[in-house]
């Protein structure tokens, strides 16, 4: 492994372990415990994409559509949003990574009652598509406002 590749996460690994929520990384997935029910962190969690100019361009309700075919799921609740502002600079670099944009935010429960928020690390996604340095400011930025509006949804 190079030094500077080395040096980033590193950096990646400080930055999450600083966090003033309880928050674990898994393989480019970041999650953040909510001081909130479902409801009302998804509730928060759309205000804030909202109030920052992004567009919301899809709610998927799990939970719901489990229901319509009789089966029980815990609350599962998905926001896509984005713009093609922060995205396209990604996809001028690496057009695959078109797969995981927009950007997505899963509010959902486990099985202690615990209420959770997940999106996918934008640094993780630059890397899983070899996106290169040109697209290095829009991955920051991303990875700074989705760690800001997850952290405005989760805490009081």
Same mark, same amino acid.
């Given at each position: 492994?190079?030094?500077?590749?080395?040096?980033?996460?590193?950096?990646?690994?400080?930055?999450?372990?600083?966090?003033e929520t309880q928050a674990m990384a898994t393989d480019g997935l970041? =999650?953040?415990?909510?001081?909130?029910?479902?409801?009302? =962190?998804?509730?928060?969690?759309?205000?804030?994409?909202?109030?920052?100019?992004?567009?919301?361009?899809?709610?998927?309700?799990?939970?719901?559509?489990?229901?319509?075919?009789?089966?029980?799921?815990?609350?599962?609740?998905?926001?896509?949003?984005?713009?093609?502002?922060?995205?396209?600079p990604l996809m001028q670099q690496a057009q695959t990574v078109g797969?995981?944009?927009?950007?997505?935010?899963?509010?959902?429960?486990?099985?202690?009652?615990?209420?959770?928020?997940?999106?996918?690390?934008?640094?993780?996604?630059?890397?899983?598509?070899?996106?290169?340095?040109?697209?290095?400011?829009?991955? =920051?930025?991303?990875?700074?406002?989705?760690?800001?509006?997850? =952290?405005?949804?989760?805490?009081?």
């Open positions: 492994m190079r030094l500077p590749a080395l040096i980033r996460i590193l950096a990646l690994v400080a930055t999450v372990c600083s966090w970041i =999650t953040i415990k909510s001081s909130f029910g479902p409801e009302d =962190t998804m509730k928060r969690l759309e205000a804030e994409v909202k109030a920052r100019g992004l567009t919301v361009f899809a709610h998927v309700d799990h939970a719901a559509g489990a229901a319509a075919v009789e089966l029980k799921l815990r609350p599962t609740d998905l926001l896509v949003f984005g713009n093609a502002k922060g995205g396209t797969i995981d944009l927009p950007l997505k935010a899963l509010v959902w429960q486990d099985d202690q009652g615990t209420t959770w928020l997940s999106y996918n690390d934008p640094a993780y996604l630059a890397g899983r598509h070899g996106v290169g340095e040109q697209a290095k400011a829009a991955v =920051t930025a991303m990875t700074g406002a989705l760690h800001a509006i997850a =952290t405005k949804a989760a805490t009081p």
